[in-house]
């Protein structure tokens, strides 16, 4: 199925949906990183990024076979509608299947650099722990929306993406953690957390920025949230950043960083 959407796309084809899921997630890797929910929103998406080019294609390079899902190395190439041509770029596109459907389809439009320098199995893991992260967050964001950070951890279990006894690491340590918190473990500890780190807020929601893989098991999340003060009644922005441990795509250990940088370093990724 996925070498013949890309037949349809080697034509310049993106119209047909046949392949997707009513209810298909879309994602657009990159800065305005979001999941584009159901046939008619991933056509939007779609075209509205198609829409800065007056020329494009897309070439698959090779097809992966990953459990439910299919890891394809692309490259394309085409004229922006500045005018720009580019010769050549790569991506890594991630379609994931149920019932003969594509039921999420991410694609990664300028391809990691890390993924140049493994081998094919690792490179598979690493997108593999990238989604995991982000449907993690996916849950997280709906449990912040909903005031209801419990449920969120009990759906991310249900679906073996994050594990029971979760450690969750938020406390101070030197100051890269979060003031009055503790670390702990499980379900009861991250609620605990929630609870803190949310009740001077109103309105508070969090994106999703970036994610980066570190290596086998480690990536880093980079976070926004934004809140209006209770008390001040004045709008509030923090970023964060979060390095999730994972073991058979389940993250098992999330260790909190008020400071991106902070969780950069703490991985070998700055000085």
């Known amino acids: ?139 997280v964001q709906e449990g912040v929306r909903r005031g209801d950070p419990g449920a969120a951890f009990d759906k991310s279990v249900r679906e073996g993406i994050v594990a029971s006894n979760l450690e969750w690491r938020a406390g101070a340590r030197g100051g890269v953690g979060v003031a009055g918190a503790e670390d702990a473990v499980g379900r009861d500890g991250f609620v605990r957390f929630m609870r803190i780190w949310t009740e001077d807020f109103d309105e508070l929601a969090v994106q999703l920025e970036e994610i980066i893989d570190v290596d086998n098991d480690r990536v880093v999340a980079i976070t926004g949230w934004f809140g209006i003060g209770k008390a001040s009644h004045a709008p509030v922005e923090m970023r964060t950043g979060m390095v999730c441990t994972l073991e058979a795509r389940r993250i098992l250990r999330s260790v909190l960083f008020i400071d991106p940088d902070h969780a950069l370093k703490a991985v070998g990724l700055r000085e």
Do not use: C
């Open 1 to 139: 199925m996925v070498r013949a959407i890309y037949r349809s796309w080697a034509k310049g084809d993106f119209s047909s949906v046949a392949w997707a899921d009513p209810d298909i997630g879309f994602v657009l890797s990159g800065p305005d990183w979001r999941v584009h929910r159901g046939l008619q929103a991933m056509s939007r998406a779609g075209g509205k990024w198609l829409q800065a080019w007056d020329e494009f294609r897309v070439e698959p390079r090779e097809f992966i076979d990953v459990d439910d899902a299919v890891l394809v190395l692309t490259e394309f190439r085409g004229r922006k509608a500045t005018g720009v041509s580019v010769e050549s770029m790569t991506g890594a596109n991630v379609f994931w299947f149920r019932d003969g459907k594509v039921v999420r389809l991410v694609v990664h439009t300028d391809r990691p650099k890390r993924l140049e320098a493994v081998g094919l199995q690792e490179l598979a893991m690493l997108l593999e722990n990238v989604e995991v992260v982000r449907r993690a967050f996916e849950i």
